[in-house]
């Protein structure tokens, strides 16, 4: 299994000082940052595009864990890539070329990861586990930090988890929505390696110890 690691949401830091957002996390010596790509059509709701995402580049070495929420993923591949997307993650749910747009984040130079949200079942990104580099599995109906985990999620995280090790395969799972120490480890004991956190790493008293709590999920 992979070591936990956490990817902070972005979307929860102060977006008049994202690069400050940024430095909070490259400080704590973390790895990765994640970055919620909302389109107003795919999700109820706006964040920001490319043009914030290249100008954060040259300020932070962090991993930018790129997660798009758009219905047509396919059209703005190469602007995320382009701007210093280390990884891309797209959802199944929109109709597009699933394959050939995982090909081309690859062709990009990219890490690739498929989405899914709550009310699609694992099933539907079956064929393309030997394509990514991570699976993601939302914990909430995305567009909106701060709701609730939803737990009836974990018979589909354990189920990828299981997948993952029969077949050999070396994909992250990662989790997304409403996670804090207490669901982290309910995920992290169905298969999770990777836990995004907005609202409970940005507004946690204590940072470090919140990054301390995730890197010792066992
Ligand atoms: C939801 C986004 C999440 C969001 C998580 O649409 O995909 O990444 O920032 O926020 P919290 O951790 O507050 O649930
Ligand atoms: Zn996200």
Known sequence: MHPAILSPSL??????????????VEDLGLGWIHLDIMDGHFVPNLSFGPQT????????????????????????????????????SIHI????????????????????G?????????EAIEPLLTKVDLVLV???????????FRGEMMPKLRQISEWRHQRGL?????????????????????GADTFV?????????????FAAGIATLS
Do not use: W
């Not at 929860?12 to 690069?19: K, M, N, P």
């Not at 703005?76 to 990884?87: D, M, P, R, T």
């Not at 699933?98 to 990219?110: D, F, N, R, S």
């Open 138 to 148: 939302m914990t909430v109906q995305p567009g909106f930090g701060g709701q609730a």
């Open 53 to 88: 995402v290249a100008a954060l580049r040259p300020r932070s070495k962090l991993f930018f864990d790129t997660h798009l929420m758009l219905d047509e993923p396919h059209r703005y591949i190469e602007a995320f890539a382009h701007a210093g997307s280390n990884l891309i």
């Open 114 to 122: 498929i989405v899914l949200n709550p009310g699609t079942p694992a």
């Open 197 to 209: 956190a907005g609202t409970s790493f940005y507004r946690a008293p204590d940072r470090a110890a």
């Open 170 to 190: 070396k994909f992250r799972l990662e989790v997304d929505g409403g996670i804090d120490l207490t669901t982290a480890a309910e995920c992290r004991a169905a």
């Open 93 to 112: 749910e929109p109709a597009y070329d699933h394959v050939a747009t995982l090909a081309k984040i690859h062709a990009l130079g990219c890490q690739c």
């Open 11 to 24: 979307l929860a830091g102060d977006h008049a000082q994202l690069a400050a957002s940024l430095k909070v």
